[in-house]
């Protein structure tokens, strides 16, 4: 059976639902965003192994953590 994967409302990345606290958002905006625990990402192929984010950031979330001005 396969994993329901979502669409991240941020970042644009698919997800592995089931990974992250937030239907909407993947692992890694759901953590800059509201503080919920981030996967703890493994990356193979442009891919999390285990949450399948692709590392795609928003300028939003960007801001947020200082890496663009």
Request: net charge negative; with cysteine.
């Amino acid at each position: 059976m396969e994993k329901q994967r979502g669409i991240c409302d941020e970042c644009g990345s698919e997800f592995l639902l089931s990974a992250s606290k937030m239907k909407g958002l993947c692992p890694e905006c759901s953590h800059i965003l509201y503080g919920y625990e981030n996967c703890e990402h493994v990356f193979k192929n442009g891919r999390c192994e285990k949450c399948l984010w692709d590392g795609s950031r928003s300028q939003f979330t960007k801001n947020i953590q200082g890496e663009e001005k």
